[in-house]
């Protein structure tokens, strides 16, 4: 339907199998390579704010208040979508303060602790967005391609194209 949004949904879902592996990494690849590790992870946290937050407000401005409008029967499963969005964001703050201050830290057994807290914020972070990205797709993305009609759907279009230009 909207391929941009869709696209998105593909480069997310590669990123957290990615950063999977790299919480995988962090716990048995140990003190040595932490600072690898970390940056590593860090990569994965700039593409969350470079290219997944505005996904998220590309659906929240223009998908998510076009389909309720639209198609009425979906707006609760949208208020579901719209606080998993909120969700994640906290989580993703707390995920973004443990890398910020684990190399400032002096001792390595609270470096140790605190990547031990990283991991389970991040294997959290990419149980949301794994479970959220299904249900969206399985709800909001596949009933708006059944049932929107072609104009709805090439305004929808439309209107999020331009907005995704204004942010460039
Ligand atoms: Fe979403
Ligand atoms: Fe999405």
């Known amino acids: 339907m909207v391929a941009l949004l869709e ?3 593909t480069d997310t879902l590669q990123k957290i199998d990615r950063l999977q592996d790299i919480l995988t990494n962090l716990r048995f690849e140990g003190k040595v390579r932490l600072g690898k590790n970390l940056k590593e992870a860090g990569r994965v946290l700039d593409f969350f704010d470079k290219e997944l937050m505005p996904h998220l407000n590309l659906e929240e401005k223009i ?3 076009f389909v309720e409008t639209h198609l009425p029967k979906l707006e ?3 208020h579901l979508l719209q606080a998993e969005h909120e969700d994640f964001r906290k989580n993703l703050e707390g995920f973004r303060f443990l890398l910020q201050e684990i190399p400032k830290k002096k001792y390595e057994s ?3 602790e605190m ?3 990283l991991r389970e914020q991040g294997l959290y972070l990419i149980y949301l967005l794994r479970n ?3 249900e969206e797709t399985e709800t909001v993305y596949k009933v708006a391609n059944r049932e929107l009609r072609p104009s709805e759907k090439s305004t929808l279009q439309k ?3 331009s907005l995704n230009s204004q942010r460039r």
Do not use: D, K, M, Y
């Open 76 to 78: 609760s499963v949208i």
């Open 159 to 161: 209107e999020i194209v």
């Open 63 to 65: 998908l998510f208040p």
């Open 132 to 134: 959220h990205i299904q």
């Open 7 to 9: 696209n998105a949904h």
């Open 110 to 112: 609270i470096r140790g």
């Open 115 to 117: 990547t031990e807290r």
